[in-house]
């Protein structure tokens, strides 16, 4: 207590409460909850795995990078090929490259742009030739991938699934030759909208004996898919459709067909002078390839393991005709519906007819017989579901087969379910001897066709049959193989191992002094539900944690529960990461936050609220500028009212009762320094003995109240 004058003046102490946010790691808490929030993945595809090329299949692929480019001509040498089957391309590094060299964080922004092969070309040539792979990137140089033929695009998010970080497929390593033959068939699929155009097959290259003039047409029905996700993500190779076109180089033994006429007694006459003439067999050939499949049933980051379901692709092989806007239309699924019969080849058989006249063998007429044989065969195949398991290290490669299903089976059912048809055309008959003897044409033709239906289907079989197996068991075969699918076979491979994390987020409640007793409610919000809170905790208290939405924002608060006033506090906020690294901060008791992206690695985040007791320290001086007083006379007080922090003051109440024999002459007057305020600016009137005014005063600030007063004249009153 200080007397100035007479009169009574207070030094004021004011504590006010205050939140300040400090944020610390749970690190325990953080290591058993970030598990929970890690996806274990793996990268699979199924499609081919070539670890070397041999010279049989160097043009084979050849063959096939033709086909499915359309108007370029490709003859890499076997040493060619095995350059590019020997290399592997980081995923990670060929993602940077395609983004010009800036590191993604969410490969779909590279995936989904659309870019041409020859691109692709270019940022796969740029990572080899970094990584000291020039050989294969030579190789990759000389392909015509950047020509008029090849000028449409590609998304690679339609060949590579990635549900995995980017940090994640730094370990994963594709391929050369399987990323190229998936980008090429992915091309197919979006460029190559209607009939293919055939290629001309070098059957002497290839070793097919036995044909000529062999033309093929492929086209991708769809694309394969490389996966890189967790369990549950499905995979797949292409689906593929092939068509062949060609002629056998031995037809079918017209003498042994005219032998089976030669002699015959039909009707009662008999035929002679047998003469049969064949065109070359035609063959038309088709191949359904239904994609290869699979999904990741399990994965052990621990042990290191991955386990997949799947299975070959559905094959359907059909020997006759289909309508190309049929068979590559992609939209159709094809069944033996759309197959009809197709002319293999057409005789032309002429006989001379006799008959016994008067007991004397007599010519009678020559009759000349066109005829059609015509084919139809189809053979279906449907592999089972099976499981791979895989262990490191990776990329590691299987093989399944479909048990009895294979191309010589598939061969053997399509001979055995052949459809041989022979029709006749019109014939020509011409009389001779002018004998005019009634002769039943219709009849006889019938006769001749049913006597030679059997020694054609006989020779057909042994002609078509090891066609068949050198077209599908070889071209067809190795062809698909190429792509990572054989009648009854497909490969399927484990290209690594990783995980995803989600982050976790935790709201904790700190106070200061840990001894205060406030308790508080905390809640985490996302997208207007509360998925995290707390109730009534004190220093500590917190919610549970939190698996968040990779990049989803999240709305952190408290509140006051029953019995708590958060006026008295002053609150700020901080998020530390698991390495104790701030995230961010910031004043207040409530503030949003972004959850981060998927990482490869867990990502534990902890927000603390702060709150801490306001604490401030008012001090009061008042004075009128002078010694003395006289008793009648006036003066004017000024109350200093200062704010000593740390912490701003609000709603402070200054209260000053004037001394005996001193009354207010006029109201008293009251402002502040910038950032404070006085709750009224003006009060009291005359006569009136005490001055009485709230604040608000920020730390540093001050309020000044002028008090004007009469002193009185009366010694009595003091």
């Known amino acids: 207590m200080v007397n100035v004058k007479g009169v009574k003046v207070s030094s004021l102490r004011w504590q006010a409460w205050v939140l300040i946010a400090i944020l610390a790691v749970l690190s325990c808490l953080g290591r058993a909850q970030a598990q929970s929030a890690c996806t274990a993945g793996a990268c699979v595809s199924a499609g081919p795995r070539l670890a070397s090329v041999d010279s049989t299949q160097s043009p084979v692929l050849n063959l096939l990078f033709g086909a499915l480019l359309p108007g370029t001509t490709v003859n890499l040498s076997v040493a060619d090929w095995n350059n590019l089957a020997g290399a592997r391309i980081n995923l990670n590094a060929l993602l940077t490259q395609l983004n010009g060299g800036v590191v993604v964080s969410d490969p779909s922004q590279v995936l989904n742009a659309s870019i041409t092969l020859g691109q692709l070309r270019a940022a796969m040539v ?24 090849t000028s449409g695009s590609i998304r690679l998010a339609d060949l590579l699934q990635i549900a995995l970080p980017t940090g994640s497929l730094a370990t994963v390593n594709l391929n050369v030759l399987d990323l190229l033959t998936g980008g090429v068939q992915l091309y197919n699929f979006r460029n190559v909208l209607t009939t293919p155009t055939p290629i001309t097959v070098n059957t002497a290259a290839l070793g097919l004996n036995g044909v000529a003039n062999v033309r093929l047409w492929l086209q991708v029905v ?45 009707l009662g006459v008999s035929l002679s002078n047998t003469s049969i003439s064949a065109s070359v067999l035609h ?13 990741i049933s399990a994965i052990n980051l621990v042990g290191n393991a991955v386990t997949l379901q799947a299975r070959p692709g559905l094959v359907n092989l059909y020997v006759g005709q289909i309508s190309d806007a049929t068979f590559f239309n992609r939209s159709t699924v094809l069944t033996s519906t759309a197959l009809s019969a197709a002319t293999l080849t057409s005789l032309s058989v002429s006989v001379r007819v006799s008959a016994n006249v008067l007991g004397i063998l007599t010519p009678i007429a020559d009759v000349t017989v066109p005829l059609t044989v015509t084919i139809r065969s189809y053979a279906t195949a449907t592999p089972g579901l099976q499981s791979a398991s895989f262990t490191g290290p990776y990329p590691q490669t299987r093989t399944l087969t479909a048990g009895t299903v294979s191309a010589a089976t598939m061969v053997s059912t399509l001979v055995n379910s052949l459809s041989i048809q022979v029709t006749s055309g019109n014939p020509t008959v011409t009389l001779l001897a ?12 019938n006769g001749i066709v049913n006597a030679l239906l059997t020694p054609i289907r006989t020779q057909v079989n042994a002609l078509v049959t090891p066609v ?22 497909a490969v399927f491979t484990v290209e690594g191992v990783t995980q995803a994390c989600a982050a976790t987020l935790q709201l904790v409640k700190d106070l200061q002094p840990t001894s205060d007793t406030g308790r508080f409610n905390l809640s985490i919000t996302y997208n207007g539900s509360t998925v995290g809170s707390a109730s009534n905790v004190g220093n500590n208290g917190a919610t549970a944690a939190v698996i968040t939405v990779p990049g989803g924002s999240y709305a952190l608060a408290e509140a006051a529960a029953a019995g708590t006033t958060l006026t008295r506090y002053a609150s700020s906020w901080q998020c530390l990461d698991q390495n104790n690294a701030v995230v961010s901060s910031g004043t207040g008791g409530s503030f949003t936050l972004q959850a981060p992206a998927m990482t490869a690695t867990a990502v534990t985040l902890v927000c603390r609220i702060t709150n801490r007791t306001r604490q401030a320290d008012l001090s009061i001086t008042k004075s009128d500028g002078s010694g003395s007083y006289t008793p009648g006379g006036t003066a004017t007080y ?34 502040a320094s910038t950032g404070s305020a006085c709750a009224v600016a003006t009060g009291g009137a005359v006569g009136d003995g005490a001055v009485n005014v709230g604040v608000n005063l920020i730390n540093g600030g001050q309020a000044t109240i002028s008090v004007p007063v009469s002193f009185s004249s009366n010694p009595g009153a003091y």
Do not use: M
């Open 126 to 149: 740029q990572v080899l030739q970094a990584d000291g792979q020039t050989a294969a990137a030579n190789v990759l140089n000389a392909l015509p991938l950047g020509v008029a033929g």
């Open 222 to 266: 769809e694309p394969p898919v490389y996966t890189c996700g967790a369990v549950g993500a499905a995979f797949h190779s292409a689906a593929i459709r092939i068509k062949l076109d060609l002629d056998l180089v031995q037809g079918l033994n017209t003498g042994t067909l005219s032998a089976a006429l030669s002699g015959l007694n039909l």
């Open 283 to 295: 063959l038309q050939v088709y191949a359904d390839v239904a994609r290869a499949e699979g999904s």
């Open 434 to 445: 002018g004998i005019a003897l009634p002769l039943p044409v219709a009849d006889l033709v």
């Open 468 to 489: 068949l197996t050198a077209l599908l068991g070889g071209l067809v075969d190795n062809l698909l193989a190429l792509l990572g699918i054989r009648i009854g076979q």
């Open 638 to 671: 000024t109350l200093l009212v200062s704010n000593g922090g740390p912490d701003a003051v609000t709603n402070a109440v200054v209260t000053d009762t004037l001394p005996n024999g001193t009354t207010l002459r006029g109201a008293w007057t009251c402002s």
